[in-house]
């Protein structure tokens, strides 16, 4: 008999955990297991890509109780959004955990009865399989620096108690989150994010949506348009090299909250024909294909999925040196790791430019290097049948 597992995730919008879910999905074996999807919002640039064997769980299913009485719908957006603007909650508490408090009243149980329930990220997800689902195990993922994440720990406590593991994605994130909450040291273990180097190279080969046929250097950056991923330095950065009178064009591929905000500091610095904003995009690999150099400047990451992407194409990376980045860039080897400043960001990418040998070196060290993780996928098939 097969065996009957859920995930649960925000949605499938750009992201890390959400590219990952979706190659996870893509190489699950469907004849020993049965496999339901709920998002809490049933949108995002990765669901075409999901699995047509997986059974999505209309979010209305679990989202429209307390609709006997309007006003207590009132009520909970009411406290939602007061929540978030009252300082006490947003100085200890983060958004995530601010939702949860007022909104867990007004989320139904599941009714199906699960063999293995897994919260494919923290937060929302999380807090819903530990209270909302009956199932005979349940596991939860960290993919996010948990200390840099803000998580109020004395909230979430209660919630990891509940779970038989709870997987991060990289050695460092395990160690992270350990510290931060001991009750799970026990139960903690790595599963890396599943990367498939042939179907990124695979992807890589179709033709591009735009062209501008910009002849000079080309640097690129994945990420949501968020804080930690820290777009505003790598805007900054960008005013320090074509002050200098590099030839380059920087482009972005993502969508987030911030994008007005940065595309008025792209203006302020007079950089429009300079710093390209693409947009979303469900294959950024042919664009990856096409750069000279891959630019990530975060402020923290949980693994950094787009730096293995890279590596596999044999892009010369800069990156910021936040903690996990050491489990994938050895400085001056396969990338260069740089501080997190603007002017540390563009020194880091002029060497590359203009030192051939250590650029030529790099490439030669990726083209060595086995990334492919998908053999991962075996650490998860031991947790679920164990």
């Not at 948990?146 to 909230?155: E, L, M």
Request: glycine share 4%; with cysteine; aromatic share 12%.
């Amino acid at each position: 008999m097969k065996l009957k597992i859920l995930f649960v995730i925000d949605s499938l919008n750009s992201g890390g955990a959400e590219k990952s879910l979706i190659s996870l999905l893509s190489l699950l074996d469907y004849d020993a297991y049965d496999v339901d999807l709920l998002m809490f919002s049933r949108k995002g640039l990765y669901l075409p890509l999901l699995p047509k064997k997986v059974n999505v769980i209309e979010e209305s299913e679990v989202l429209e109780k307390l609709q006997r009485k309007n006003f207590k719908q009132f009520y909970l957006k009411l406290g939602n959004s007061l929540s978030l603007r009252i300082p006490f909650y947003k100085n200890f508490m983060h958004s995530a955990q601010i939702n949860w408090k007022w909104k867990e009243r007004g989320v139904k149980q599941l009714n199906q009865k699960y063999d293995v329930a897994i919260a494919y990220s923290q937060g929302f997800p999380t807090y819903f399989v530990a209270e909302k689902v009956e199932s005979t195990k349940k596991y939860c993922w960290i993919n996010t620096d948990y200390k840099k994440a803000s998580y109020n720990k004395r909230f979430d406590e209660k919630f990891y108690y509940r779970f038989d593991n709870i997987v991060a994605v990289s050695e460092s994130n395990k160690e992270i989150f350990i510290k931060e909450m001991p009750l799970a040291k026990d139960k903690t273990l790595v599963i890396y994010d599943i990367i498939s180097p042939r179907l990124v190279r695979s992807m890589s080969e179709k033709p591009v949506s735009y062209q501008d046929n910009y002849k000079g250097i080309k640097i690129l950056t994945i990420g949501r348009l968020v804080e930690v991923k820290g777009y505003d330095l790598a805007i900054k950065a960008c005013y320090q090299l074509k002050k200098q009178g590099i030839n380059f064009r920087w482009y972005s591929i993502g969508e987030g909250e911030l994008k007005p905000k940065l595309e008025k500091l792209v203006k302020d610095y007079d950089l429009e024909d300079t710093f390209i904003f693409l947009g979303p995009h469900q294959n950024p690999y042919n664009y990856l294909k096409m750069c000279d150099i891959y630019v990530q400047p975060s402020r923290f990451e949980g693994f950094g999925m787009a730096i293995a992407e890279a590596k596999i194409l044999h892009k010369p990376i800069i990156s910021t040196n936040f903690p996990v980045v050491f489990n994938q860039i050895e400085n001056n080897e396969n990338g260069i790791v740089v501080d997190m400043d603007p002017k540390e960001i563009s020194q880091g990418i002029k060497k590359i430019i203009r030192n051939k040998e250590l650029k030529e070196k790099i490439i030669y060290n990726l083209k060595h290097e086995f990334i492919g993780t998908e053999n991962e996928i075996h650490k998860l098939y031991r947790l679920i049948e164990s």
